[in-house]
Every structure is written in structure tokens, then in C-alpha cells.
């Protein structure tokens, strides 16, 4: 044959003989998905992860796919309401076919949850506990971990305090419990309890904790789930479990997130031509010479553009028989207020060994946390709101104020007058540096001759070192008659816990009954250092000869008692019951020891006979539940002591030529006690289609009576004027709804939808030891006039309503000036005419979330809306005034809100109703897209996902002021949140 037709002729035989080879080493894999009862599964994705080749089960659960090639792939076999399965498969030429059991799931009805002092399965909990974990959390740039979950959870609300970076939050369930002690959650962190209370240096305290490291929260809402921590559960407990080391190999993550904010919304102001025609029509000829030629918009000059960048790495593994992970992480976060900024480094180590043929459990946790905050003075957003807008930025002269602009009076910086903005920030320097560790070791015996009984040692703490300083130089108009200023802070904060209990769980089968004993001693101290310093001027003198003790120790410690009992029957009926019992220092041995019960009950009805068989319904159960809680925190450490404070300068006695500070008595309570709140919760959990939909409904009545309340002390007492006491009794009742389901599940996308309703209602039922339905107490300080108040407290309307006069309005809708309604009728307008008018409490709240995934992208989206919330425009009642504009008591020039072409009042009018506005809104907090690039480095696992993000995407309100969402109801001087664009790039190894 010839070579050359020969060459051809044998390449054409390796080629069909490759392919004879390849085609017959392909198989056709066939099989059924069934539960674990054996029941056939509809609808079960199959994803072969090496092929990228998925396929769904049919009506019969049967699954078959052809042209597989012999040999071991990873097949994974996922459906809602069940554990997925992540197995190793042999195919073989003719092989029989598979059966494939999956488990029920562990995120829905069936997972296993953190509760206090243990876990349960979430279908035998009888108390109201919601769960988010870390694939479910908000996502985009979080600075601190309560973002998380905003919007998340019915009955809790979250507001973050604005757009500083690592900003503070409210965080309210089931709208809080009191009126003048805390309201804040009680938050447990891998069982250390955190003592509330700011840190000096740091503007949120959570922000110390990284939230990269957190797995799970566990909310726990009705006093059935809080009893067990008695005190200060009276406001709900959130419970924090954070990320563990690996048992089956070594897993190495690194994510970087880098960010742009910039500023959504600014106040509504005249601008400088409007200043100039005003002033010019309305002003004096005084007032005409000080208007300026420039055109300065104050909020562009102190406002722009922030990047941030968050960067963590973990690796999880196992040396040996102990499992560890280690984190790092670093943010450097800029405000978009100038000159703002927070440095954060976060370290953290997790060991979870087990030892004596796992007899002995060890969970050790300890995290550090290094922050550096430069702190923007918020002074200068209020002074862009109000400087004129026709001066410059900038003066010739830079001996002058540092070369700022400033009003002036007799050559010195005018007392009454706004200071200039920029120079606030620039002229002044605030730094705080903050080091916090919380860490604890958990021991975790299971008696070997009893098993079932377990001992249990949590031994932990939680420590804050924080100093820091602001300086401002003498040329600053801020302080130049004091010659400038300089302060300093420095505090140590130690916070012990230790927790011992036994558990004992056992199954007893043949009488269909399980118990789950539990019974604990636990000791808490709380204990700081303050380090009090003398302020002075730019040079080092003091600005006042104030008299300073060289520090204060404040205390105190809590002791407490508690038992829990939960009985299970035939997996239908589960009763529990709980008893605390706290001691606490703050209180005198007569009324220290509070007692705090609790009782719930469930019906997993699911379980019955006549539920039993019907496969649409997955689950149903009813819960009921009643409990009592208590309430310390918020109040002083001795507040049931007698105790002196030191008089302020007005209060001076003079002897010769000396002035001597005195000490005056302040008013306290010896009979000072618990606040106690008991609460009733009935609750439905459903699910249904193998938990394709699930969900809850709750209903709750809380009412808290002895509250810590304010009240006047009778003049000629010898005392300060006000005392804390127990007065009054509020009530607070509300719904809860939650639902989530799976629209769309195909072989290549899902499409998993939230969604979550709150209803509260809250009034005040008692507010004085006699009958009085008139008395009130003010609260809610507000600018624009000396002592102020606009909100108030009173029987049988809501905590912090807004007290206000009625305004009348003219034929065209506007405010008529000063002339209100004369409500009680006695033909003069008086503080008898304020009344009671809305509340800045949301009574809905709902949230919405969608996850959307096709092959390798994925989207997600969260929304919140609140509604019937008020809000007091507190930046157009003080500013808003001619007066305001052309004050010519001080002969300065301020700007004004827009509003004032609303109104055009001559004088302030503070207590109008007309400043009480709608504050409802409809917020998209962030919506992301994400892409799965899968394993990017051939022979290795190493897998690489990237995301985009945005946050504070939108918000539609009728609100015409900056931000709808204010936390305390009133809007004075709100810092911003920003627009945030972030991109986002995750590798796992």
C-alpha cells in the first residue's frame, strides 16, 4: 500500500476505534429519590457537578440520564424541605438502578435552633424564635452585624443612627417594653451575654464584632423563649453564633469587598439667588450689607464621595482531633461626611475538640477587634444646613480663623452665629482608638455511666480598653475666646461571666415521652474604670476650674438561678416551663431578687392521625405560651442609695474671694424595683408541599407594669428635680406574620420568596402612683428654643406621641401664623391647647426578600416598608422662619428649608402640628447580582464567585426631608445614608 494513502487510512482507524472505545464505556444511570419513609420524591434536582448536567425527578420520583461515561462522579441531589445529599457514584455499563434517600430538611421546620442554654428542633419549639442564617443575610458593604437581618425578621426593627461609618442602630422587638430604662435586646454571643451601654471611641459598639464571622442569629421574642434569661429579656434576646472549624478537610476563604458611597439626599434649601431676593425685599439695609456675591452650596462643600474596603480571610480545618478556624479581617471605611473615618482589624479563633470517645465537648472562642475612628463633627452638617449661601468658603486673609469665612462681631467670631462649616471639620480633630475582646471556653460532659445527662461550664469575657482625644487650635472660631480646646477620654471596661448547668435529655420509648431537664446557676459582673480629665485650651490650661475626681469604678453584678423542663408526648404534645430567679446589686436586698416564670405549650398536629398521611400538609402546629420577664438595665448602679452630685457653676457658694463647688443631694428611691413584664403568644407554624411554602403567625400581648419612670419632685425637697421610680404600667400587643416559598424550581433556576407583616399597637396605661388621666410627662428635646420638648407620655395614648397645637390653615391650605385651635375651649390659646397627635412608632412593618438563581448567576433583593410612622421636621420649625433668615437681633444671614415658602412665617412656630409629617416609606435596601465562576485553576478545587452590589437602592415617601426613617421621631441634623456601590470578589480553596 502506499505510505502516503496509508497515513490517512490508519489515522481514520485510531479515530474510529477512540470513538468505538469512548461509546463503549457510556452507561445510562436510572433511579428514584424517596424520603426516608420510602415515599417517592416529585420534582428532586440531580446535579452531576463534573458533566454540569442536572435533571428533575418525575411524577414517580424516577430519574434517568444517558450517555454517561463509566467511572465515580459527585452527584448532588437537593429539594426544598430536605437535607441535600452530596454523594459519590459509580457508574457502570448495565449497573441496577440507584435508590436515593433524602433526609428532612434541616433549614426549614425540622432544623435544629439555638435556644438559651441549649439547642431544639425548631418543630418542638413551644416559644416564638425566629432564625436567619448566613445564606439568607442582607448582603452588600455591613459595617455591623444587626445589618444583617434588617428586614429580615418579623416584630423587629432596625434603624441604623445614619450614615457614619460603623453607625449605631436601634434595634427594637416588638417595639421595646419601657419608657425610661432600656429598651435595647439583651445579645448573647456564643453564650456571653453583652452588657449594653456605648464604648467611648467607637460610634456602635457592635461594629467590633465582624460580622463575617457570624453563622447564625437566633431571635428569641415571647417570654416563653426569653425567660430562661430573665433579666433584661424583657426587650427579646438575639443570640449569636459565629463560624466554626472543619471536620472533613481544610477549607481557606478569602473575600474582598471594595465600595463607593455617595449621598442620596440632601435638606432642601434656598439657594444663594433666593437668599438675595428675600433679604433684599424684607431685610433692612444693615442686613442688605452683609448679603455676599457667592453661590456656596454648604452641603456640597462638606459632603462627598467614600470608598471603603473590607477584606477577610478564614481557614477552617482540623490538627489532629481538634477543629479550629482563624480569621483576620481589615476595613477601612471613609464617611461621606468629610474628614470620617474607621479603621477596624478583627482577629478571631474557634476550637471545637471532642474528647473521651466524645464524652467531652470543648467550644473555645476568642476574638480580638483593634478600631481607630477619626470622628467628623456632625456640628457642621447642622451649620451647612444654616450658613448663608451667599459667603464664600474662603478669606484673603489666612491669619483670619485659619483663612475661613466666619461672621464677626467687634473682632471676634459672633456668639449667635452658625460657624462655617468646613472649618468645623477641618480645624478640629477627633480620634478614638478601641481595643475589644470577647471570648469564653465551654465545657461540655456527657457522663459516661448516664449519657443522657450532661454538665456544662461557660466560662468567658468581654473587655473594652478605649481612650481618645479631640483637639481644636486656638484660631479656630469654634472655641477662639477659650483659646482653643483640648479633651481627652480613657475607659476600661471588664465584663465577667460564669455558667454552669446539667442537662439531662432522654428518650423514653415505651411511653412515647421524652424529657429535656435543665438547671443552672450563672454569675455576671459588669465593671469599668473611667478616667475623668481635665478640659483645656489649645496650650494645656484649663478652660474651667471644675473640680474632677481622678476616676470613677462603676459596678455591679447580677446573680441568677434558673430551670427548664420540656416534655415531649408521642411527638405531638410538648410542654415546657421555665423559672429565673436574678439577684442584682442595682436593687437594695429588700427588692433584689426578681422571679421571672414561664410556661408553654405545643400541638404538632401535624402528627395526628388525621393529618398524619396527607402529604400536602408538611407541617402544622400551635403554639401557646405566657411568661414574665424583668428589667434592670438602664438604670444607675446605685440609684436605691443616697447620693451627692457636684453643683455646676451657677450653683456656686462664695466665701471671701473664693468660690467653693457644693454637693447637692440627689433624689433617689430606696424601694427602687424590677420593672416586670408578662406576655401572652399564641402562634401557627405551617408548612406545606414538603415545606415548598412555610411559615408563622403570631399573636402577642404584652404588658409591663412597676416601669422605671421620671417623675417631678415636689418643690422645697432638697432635691434635684426629677426622681426614678416605679410608676406606671404600659401594654403592648401585636401580629406577626411570616411566610416564605419556592415559586420556581426547575433543573436550571429557583426562585425563593419572603415575606413578613408586623402590626403593633403600644399605649401607656399608668403613668402616676394616683389616679391622674391628664398628667404627662415631656419628652423628646428638640432645637430652636431653650427646654424644649415636643413629644410626651401619657395614659392610654402611645409612648412618645407628639404634644402640639391644632394649626389653622387659610382658604388655600397654608398655615395661618400663630393661630391654633382653641381646644379646650376657654377662649384663650394656652399649653391646655397642646394635644396629643400621632407617634413616630411604625404600625406595620414589612419586609420583603427574593432570591433568584439561573445556572450561575444569582440575583437577590430586600425591601422594607414602614407605615403609619410620624416624624417632627425639626430643620424647617427652627429654620424655617423669617427671623431665622434675616436675624437681625445678631445681624447674621441664614439660609432656610424650602418649606418656609410654604409657610412664610415671620416667627418660629415650634409646637405647630404642621410639622408633624407622614414619615411612611417603601425602601429597597440592596439588590445584587452575582456569578459563580466555579473552579478557575485547572487540577485544583479552588472556586471564585464575584458580586455587585447596591444599597439604599431607592426609597419612595411623601417625607420631603432627608431621610423618612429617624428612629426617635424627630428630624434635627440627620447624618445621610449613602448610595453605596460595592463590588465584591470571593475565592475558597
Not at 455587585?948 to 417625607?959: G, H
Request: proline share 4%; net charge positive.
Amino acid at each position: 500500500m502506499n505510505k502516503q494513502l496509508s497515513r490517512p487510512f490508519w489515522a481514520l482507524s485510531m479515530l474510529l476505534g477512540v470513538s468505538a472505545s469512548a461509546f463503549a464505556q457510556q452507561a445510562t444511570l436510572k433511579g428514584r429519590v424517596m424520603d426516608q419513609k420510602g415515599s417517592s420524591l416529585v420534582g428532586a434536582t440531580l446535579r452531576f457537578e463534573e458533566i454540569q448536567k442536572s435533571l428533575s425527578t418525575n411524577a414517580n420520583g424516577d430519574f434517568s440520564l444517558d450517555r454517561l461515561q463509566t467511572g465515580k462522579l459527585r452527584l448532588k441531589v437537593s429539594m426544598v424541605g430536605y437535607a441535600t445529599l452530596d454523594t459519590l457514584i459509580q457508574v457502570n455499563d448495565g449497573q441496577h438502578p440507584l435508590n436515593l434517600y433524602l433526609k428532612s430538611n434541616t433549614s426549614a421546620l425540622e432544623e435544629v435552633v439555638v435556644i438559651g442554654y441549649g439547642t431544639q428542633k425548631k418543630s418542638d419549639l413551644t416559644g416564638s424564635i425566629s432564625t436567619v442564617s448566613a445564606k439568607d443575610f442582607q448582603k452588600g458593604q455591613i459595617s455591623s452585624p444587626e445589618q444583617l437581618i434588617m428586614g429580615k425578621v418579623p416584630g423587629v426593627q432596625i434603624t441604623t443612627s445614619g450614615g457614619q461609618p460603623g453607625a449605631g442602630s436601634t434595634i427594637r422587638i416588638r417595639t421595646g417594653a419601657s419608657l425610661n430604662a432600656s429598651n435595647d435586646p439583651l445579645i448573647v454571643v456564643d453564650g456571653i451575654p453583652l452588657a449594653g451601654g456605648s464604648v467611648s471611641g467607637v460610634a456602635n459598639p457592635l461594629s467590633l464584632i465582624n460580622p463575617n464571622d457570624i453563622e447564625t442569629f437566633t431571635i428569641l421574642k415571647d417570654a416563653n423563649a426569653t425567660a430562661i434569661y430573665g433579666s433584661r429579656a424583657s426587650n427579646g434576646v438575639i443570640l449569636i453564633t459565629t463560624k466554626k472549624g472543619s471536620r472533613s478537610g481544610t477549607q481557606i476563604n478569602f473575600s474582598t469587598q471594595n465600595s463607593l458611597a455617595t449621598v442620596a439626599n440632601k435638606v432642601k434649601l434656598l439657594n444663594a439667588d433666593q437668599i438675595r431676593d428675600y433679604v433684599n425685599t424684607n431685610g433692612s439695609d444693615a442686613m442688605k450689607k452683609l448679603l455676599g456675591t457667592a453661590n456656596t452650596d454648604w452641603q456640597d462643600v462638606i459632603y462627598g464621595n467614600a470608598f471603603t474596603t473590607d477584606n477577610n480571610v478564614n481557614i477552617a480545618s482540623k490538627a489532629g482531633n481538634m477543629p479550629y478556624r482563624i480569621s483576620a479581617g481589615y476595613m477601612n471605611q471613609d464617611g461621606v461626611l468629610k474628614n470620617d473615618n474607621l479603621k477596624r482589624t478583627t482577629a478571631a479563633l474557634a476550637l471545637t475538640p471532642k474528647f473521651l470517645d466524645n464524652h467531652l465537648s470543648l467550644d473555645v472562642n476568642v476574638r480580638g477587634t483593634w478600631s481607630k475612628s477619626k470622628f467628623a463633627t456632625q456640628d457642621a452638617i447642622g451649620a451647612a444646613i444654616q450658613f448663608d449661601p451667599t459667603q464664600p468658603v474662603y478669606v484673603d486673609d489666612k491669619n483670619s480663623f485659619g483663612g475661613y469665612y466666619e461672621w464677626i462681631q467687634g473682632g471676634k467670631p459672633n456668639p449667635n452665629a452658625p460657624r462655617n462649616p468646613l472649618a468645623l471639620l477641618d480645624l478640629r480633630k477627633d480620634n478614638g482608638d478601641v481595643f475589644r475582646s470577647i471570648g469564653n471556653a465551654k465545657v461540655d460532659y456527657s457522663f459516661h455511666f448516664l449519657p443522657e445527662l450532661h454538665a456544662n461550664l461557660n466560662v468567658g469575657y468581654d473587655l473594652a480598653r478605649s481612650k481618645g482625644n479631640t483637639f481644636t487650635p486656638a484660631i479656630a472660631a469654634r472655641n477662639f475666646n477659650e483659646g482653643g480646646e483640648r479633651t481627652q477620654y480613657k475607659t476600661d471596661i471588664n465584663n465577667k461571666t460564669l455558667e454552669f448547668y446539667l442537662k439531662y435529655d432522654k428518650e423514653l420509648p415505651t411511653i412515647k415521652s421524652t424529657i429535656d431537664a435543665t438547671l443552672g446557676y450563672g454569675y455576671y459582673k459588669n465593671s469599668s474604670k473611667v478616667y475623668n480629665f481635665n478640659r483645656t485650651n489649645a496650650e494645656g490650661d484649663k478652660i474651667l476650674n471644675e473640680p474632677t475626681r481622678p476616676f470613677d469604678k462603676p459596678e455591679n453584678l447580677l446573680i441568677s438561678y434558673y430551670g427548664r423542663l420540656i416534655y415531649t408526648y408521642d411527638n405531638r404534645y410538648v410542654l415546657s416551663g421555665t423559672l429565673r430567679s436574678d439577684g442584682s446589686s442595682r436593687f437594695s436586698p429588700d427588692n433584689r431578687w426578681g422571679y421571672f416564670p414561664s410556661v408553654g405549650f405545643t400541638w404538632r398536629a401535624k402528627n395526628e392521625g388525621f393529618l398524619k398521611d396527607i402529604a400536602a400538609v408538611s407541617e402544622l402546629k400551635l403554639r401557646l405560651s405566657y411568661g414574665k420577664t424583668g428589667q434592670q438595665d438602664g438604670i444607675a448602679n446605685y440609684s436605691y442609695l443616697p447620693n451627692y452630685t457636684i453643683s455646676g457653676n451657677e450653683s456656686m457658694y462664695r466665701f471671701g474671694d473664693e468660690y467653693y463647688y457644693l454637693n447637692s443631694p440627689v433624689a433617689y428611691d430606696k424601694d427602687i424595683r424590677w420593672e416586670n413584664t408578662t406576655t401572652y403568644n399564641a402562634g401557627v407554624d405551617f408548612g406545606f408541599s414538603n415545606n415548598r411554602v412555610y411559615g408563622s403567625v403570631d399573636y402577642y400581648s404584652k404588658k409591663t407594669k412597676d416601669l422605671l419612670s421620671t417623675i417631678p419632685v415636689p418643690v422645697g425637697s432638697n432635691f434635684s428635680n426629677f426622681l426614678l421610680t416605679n410608676v406606671g404600667n404600659m401594654e403592648n400587643q401585636g401580629l406577626e406574620f411570616n411566610v416564605h416559598f419556592v415559586p420556581l424550581k426547575t433543573d436550571n433556576s429557583t426562585l425563593d420568596i419572603g415575606f413578613n407583616l408586623t402590626y403593633n399597637k403600644s399605649k401607656v396605661t399608668n403613668l402616676t402612683q394616683s389616679d391622674d388621666p391628664n398628667f404627662i410627662v415631656e419628652t423628646g428635646g428638640i432645637r430652636g428654643g431653650t427646654g424644649g420638648n415636643i413629644q410626651a407620655h401619657k395614659v392610654n395614648f402611645m409612648p412618645n406621641s407628639f404634644n402640639v397645637f391644632q394649626q389653622v390653615y387659610d382658604e388655600q391650605g397654608h398655615p395661618v401664623e400663630g393661630v391654633y385651635v382653641d381646644r379646650n375651649g376657654d377662649g384663650v390659646i394656652s399649653d391646655n391647647d397642646r394635644y396629643l397627635y400621632k407617634s413616630p412608632l411604625p404600625k406595620y412593618l414589612l419586609g420583603f426578600t427574593a432570591a433568584y438563581s439561573y445556572k450561575k448567576w444569582s440575583a437577590t433583593t430586600v425591601l422594607r416598608t414602614n407605615l403609619d410612622n410620624y416624624v417632627y421636621d425639626n430643620v424647617s420649625s427652627n429654620l424655617g422662619s423669617g427671623a431665622n433668615i434675616n436675624d437681625q437681633a445678631v445681624l447674621v444671614i441664614n439660609n432656610a428649608p424650602v418649606d418656609f415658602f410654604n409657610t412664610n412665617f415671620l416667627l418660629k412656630q415650634l409646637r405647630s402640628d404642621y410639622y408633624i409629617k407622614n414619615a411612611s416609606f417603601l425602601k429597597m435596601d440592596n439588590v445584587n447580582l452575582s456569578y459563580n465562576l466555579g473552579k478557575f485553576i485547572r487540577n485544583s478545587k479552588a472556586s471564585m464567585s464575584i458580586s455587585a452590589t447596591v444599597q439604599n437602592v431607592f426609597t419612595i415617601t411623601n417625607y420631603k426631608g432627608v431621610d423618612p426613617e429617624i428612629s426617635n421621631g424627630i428630624d434635627d441634623r440627620f447624618y445621610p445614608r449613602p448610595r453605596t456601590y460595592v463590588l465584591g470578589v470571593n475565592v475558597s480553596f
